[in-house]
C-alpha cells in the first residue's frame, strides 16, 4: 500500500497570511513605502502648508493644492532640476497652461513634459492605443419601433461614429508635432473627473484658456459673431496685453478644451461660487471664438459659437420652464 503523504522532498506550499500571498504583502508594504517617501520629499518642498499623511488625504487637500500652485508658477518652475511636479488632477490644467505658456520662450521644462508624457503613458497603456468612439444615430436608417418601406441597409457599413479620442501612438519625448496630443491627453483626463475639480483649478484652466487664444474675450450683446472694432483691429494682426501668451491651438487641444469649458458653462450657473467659474468659461469661450475667426477655423467657429449660444439660451428667463409640470390654464375644473 502506497504512502499517500506528502513526499518530505517536495517543495512546501505558500504560506497564507490574512487571505493574501506573501508576494502580494511584499507589494503592497514596498508601495507603502514609496508613498511615505514621496510624502517627506513634498513636505521638505512645501513648507507653507502641512503634508497630510496619505495620499487619499493629500489629494482632496486644498490648502496643499494652493501651495503647490503658488510655487509652480514661479518662473524656474519645470525645468530638470526642480523637484516640484506634481501630476495632482486638481494641478494638470496649470501644469498644462504654464508648459504651454513657455514653449515660445524655450525655457527647460523637462519636469513638466516628465508629468504629461507619465500621463500619456498611463492612457496609452490602459487603452492600448485605441480610440474612443461613439455611434451616432442615423435618421436615414430605419427606427426599429416603426416598420420600413424600403430595403433595409446593412448598418455594419453605415454606421456614423464620432471619434471622441484618436489613437494613442506611445511617445518617448515631447516633440513639437506631438506636444498638442500629448497635453491634449492630460486635459482628457481631467475632464474626465471635472465634477470633482475645484473652484480654484477650474478658474486657473479658464485664465489660461484667454491666454492661448490671446484674444480680447468682451464682445457687444453677447452675441457670437459680433465684434467691436477694437477686437477686429487685434484680429487682423494687432497685438494687446493678453497675446503674450498666444500658442498655435489645433483641434487636439480645441476638443478636449471646449469639453471642458462646456461643463463649466453650462453645469455652473445656480450657486454664486458656480456662477463665478461659468462667467469665467464664457469669457474663455468667446475669447476662443474670437481666436477661430482669426484662424479661418470652422471646425472651432462652429464649436464655440454653438457653446456661446447655449449659454445665452440657458440664460434667457424665457427658457426657464419645466416643460414636466402641467400648466394651470390647461387644467379644466368640473
Not at 511636479?85 to 505658456?101: E, F, Q
Not at 474626465?192 to 464682445?219: D, T, Y
Not at 470652422?298 to 445665452?312: D, F, H, N, V, W
Request: charged share 20%; aromatic share 2%.
Amino acid at each position: 500500500m502506497s504512502d499517500s503523504s506528502p513526499s518530505h522532498d517536495s517543495p512546501p506550499p505558500p504560506s497564507i497570511t490574512g487571505g493574501v500571498s506573501e508576494p502580494t504583502v511584499a507589494n503592497e508594504s514596498d508601495t507603502n513605502a514609496k508613498c511615505q517617501t514621496a510624502l517627506q520629499s513634498l513636505s521638505s518642498i512645501v513648507t507653507t502648508a502641512t503634508i497630510p499623511p496619505t495620499i487619499s488625504l493629500l489629494l482632496e487637500d486644498n490648502a496643499v493644492s494652493a501651495a503647490i500652485s503658488s510655487l509652480l508658477q514661479l518662473p524656474d518652475s519645470g525645468a530638470g532640476d526642480n523637484n516640484l511636479c506634481p501630476p495632482r488632477p486638481p494641478l494638470r490644467p496649470l501644469i498644462a497652461g504654464l508648459y504651454l505658456s513657455r514653449v515660445p520662450l524655450r525655457q527647460p521644462q523637462a519636469g513638466f513634459e516628465a508629468v504629461l508624457l507619465a500621463l500619456y503613458a498611463h492612457e496609452t497603456t490602459s487603452r492600448a492605443g485605441q480610440a474612443i468612439t461613439v455611434n451616432i444615430p442615423d435618421l436615414s436608417h430605419p427606427s426599429i419601433y416603426h416598420e420600413s418601406k424600403g430595403p433595409a441597409k446593412n448598418n455594419s457599413t453605415c454606421l456614423n461614429i464620432a471619434v471622441i479620442s484618436s489613437t494613442l501612438d506611445p511617445h518617448g519625448t515631447v516633440r513639437s508635432t506631438r506636444r498638442a496630443r500629448i497635453v491634449g491627453v492630460a486635459l482628457e483626463l481631467y475632464y474626465g473627473k471635472i465634477s470633482m475639480m475645484p473652484r480654484e483649478s477650474k478658474l486657473n484652466f479658464c485664465e489660461s484658456c484667454e491666454k492661448w487664444a490671446g484674444q480680447n474675450g468682451e464682445r457687444e450683446e453677447q452675441k457670437p459673431r459680433a465684434l467691436i472694432p477694437e477686437e477686429e483691429s487685434v484680429a487682423v494682426g494687432g497685438r494687446s496685453e493678453k497675446d503674450t501668451g498666444r500658442i498655435p491651438l489645433p483641434w487636439e487641444l480645441v476638443q478636449p478644451i471646449l469639453r471642458i469649458l462646456g461643463h463649466c458653462c453650462l453645469m455652473g450657473m445656480k450657486g454664486e461660487e458656480d456662477r463665478e467659474v461659468s462667467d469665467a468659461a464664457s469669457k474663455a469661450c468667446q475669447s476662443l471664438y474670437l481666436r477661430s475667426l482669426h484662424d479661418i477655423n470652422p471646425k472651432a467657429i462652429l464649436a464655440t459659437g454653438s457653446l456661446l449660444r447655449l449659454r445665452e439660451m440657458a440664460l434667457d428667463p424665457k427658457n426657464q420652464i419645466d416643460h414636466t409640470e402641467i400648466s394651470s390654464d390647461n387644467v379644466l375644473s368640473v
